[in-house]
């Protein structure tokens, strides 16, 4: 079914536009207060946000929203979106809501919700919340006596930081490193260095000076050589990038070399395993992870099950086959045994006590296997579907059958902006670039 408002990850767009606007968020919030009220009691809603401008817009509408139709407000303020999904639980409340556009600059933002069991909602409820939206506004409306209330949670960020505490070992300290977080100026500009400082660490902190515009300008885990020259200059022992909403991660060794989600899987994967953690033989992954990590668990006698993009997809996967690790290269990584969904803080934690308990320096931890040559690209297009038209599809067919079990290929629509996106990757590098050149080729031919 067609979806006017929400994406593969919530809703989101340029804020004060459409979908991004006040009153969008006030029907938001709106409905999915209705969807999950039940019965006479009080009902709850958990909001967080990132550090974005536009926050102070969304979140009033959404408090609007809810109170009108008789759900009480919890307010994080500033908080990973991992958080929103703990404390929706810890909380007991029916909801939650994270308000952010995760990697996006600041003129973006976004909606995120979570079911009272902290976790992302399913295809069929947002489709459900969508109908509940365009319903109007005078219907499911409160009496004034059971207006909700709005209150402020002051210590929503000390109660995330012992979450992520109680998931680091015990008999684990990170005594003696020397450890670069990168906050993107986002969501995680308080609680990761002061988690990781508590736990022992010296802590280099960069990104941790939010002013509403500058949130993952330049820093964050999509511009991670600010954190990698970091590491290099403090000679560091490990440097940690987040993005803007801190539910991924990307990492670097004390050479200031890049490491990303697939290698941190491929790491968290091999202790695990080591230790007889990981449960199902397996780890979840999308589409999009590198043939490399796929090769490298075999070796392990272990297996690589795929989704569609979207962590949520990676979440369902691991509920389904009772999995406990999963993830995306981009750096959301998931573990179950912690959390609902992806949590940079708490994987950068599990990394760092895997180098703790080895004793063993990040270069030698973190580049497990080799990645295959692996080129991708982002395609804009203005209107219609590029990706039905037959000269597309010819195009797919001829480099499909190019390719052969010698690589993968996959070509799919942006779930939040205009663009079609190109992945094909192979043992020969050439090939692979010049087969993305051609699709990409005929895609815009197609959008012009």
């Not at 009033?60 to 703990?86: E, R, S």
């Not at 609680?191 to 960069?206: N, S």
């Not at 992954?285 to 796929?294: F, K, P, R």
Request: charged residues 25%; aromatic residues 6%; hydrophobic residues 40%.
């Amino acid at each position: 079914m067609k979806r006017t408002y929400f994406g593969t990850d919530g809703i989101r767009g340029t804020s004060n536009r459409f979908p991004m606007t006040p009153e969008v968020a006030m029907r938001a919030g709106m409905a999915a207060g209705k969807y999950f009220r039940n019965g006479d009691r009080r009902h709850a809603v958990v909001i967080g946000k990132d550090t974005r401008l536009s926050g102070y817009m969304i979140e009033p509408a959404l408090v609007a929203g809810f109170t009108a139709v008789g759900m009480d407000v919890y307010l994080m303020g500033p908080i990973p979106t991992p958080g929103v999904a703990m404390m929706t639980r810890s909380l007991r409340a029916d909801l939650g809501v994270m308000i952010s556009a995760s990697h996006n600059s600041y003129q973006d933002n976004g909606i995120k919700l979570f079911g009272p069991d902290g976790y992302k909602l399913s295809d069929a409820v947002e489709v459900e919340i969508e109908r509940l939206m365009d319903e109007g506004l005078a219907t499911g409306l409160a009496q004034p006596v059971d207006l909700g209330r709005a209150k402020r949670i002051d210590d929503a960020q000390a109660r995330y930081i012992e979450l992520c505490k109680g998931a680091f070992p015990r008999h684990l300290r990170l005594n003696g490193l020397r450890i670069v977080v990168d906050c993107a100026h986002g969501a995680a500009y308080k609680v990761a260095p002061t988690a990781l400082w508590e736990l022992g660490a010296e802590v280099i902190p960069i990104g941790v000076e939010p002013n509403g515009f500058n949130i993952n300008k330049e820093t964050g885990s999509t511009h991670p050589n600010a954190m990698a020259k970091a590491v290099k200059e403090y000679r560091a022992d490990v440097g940690i990038a987040f993005d803007g909403d801190a539910d991924r991660l990307v990492m670097a060794d004390e050479k200031g070399r890049i490491v990303d989600g697939d290698q941190l899987m491929a790491l968290i994967a091999s202790n695990w395993h080591k230790h007889n953690r990981l449960r199902g033989g397996a780890v979840v992954a999308t589409v999009m992870s590198n043939l490399g990590l796929e090769r490298f668990l075999a070796e392990q006698g272990l297996r690589l099950e795929r989704t569609k993009v979207g962590d949520r997809y990676v979440m369902e996967r691991m509920r389904e086959g009772d999995f406990n690790l999963g993830g995306e290269q981009s750096g959301h990584l998931i573990m179950s045994d912690f959390s609902t969904t992806g949590d940079g803080l708490l994987a950068a934690l599990q990394v760092l006590a895997v180098m703790v308990e080895t004793d063993q320096p990040m270069s030698k931890l973190a580049h497990t296997f080799t990645p295959v040559p692996q080129i991708l690209e982002n395609v804009r297009f203005t209107s219609g579907k590029p990706l039905e038209d037959e000269r597309v599809q010819a195009a797919l067919r001829e480099a499909e059958s190019v390719l052969g079990d010698k690589g993968r290929l996959v070509v799919r629509p942006s779930g939040t902006e205009p663009l079609i996106r190109i992945m094909a990757e192979g043992d020969d590098a050439t090939l692979v670039r010049t087969l993305t050149q051609e699709i990409a080729s005929v895609v815009r031919a197609v959008s012009s």
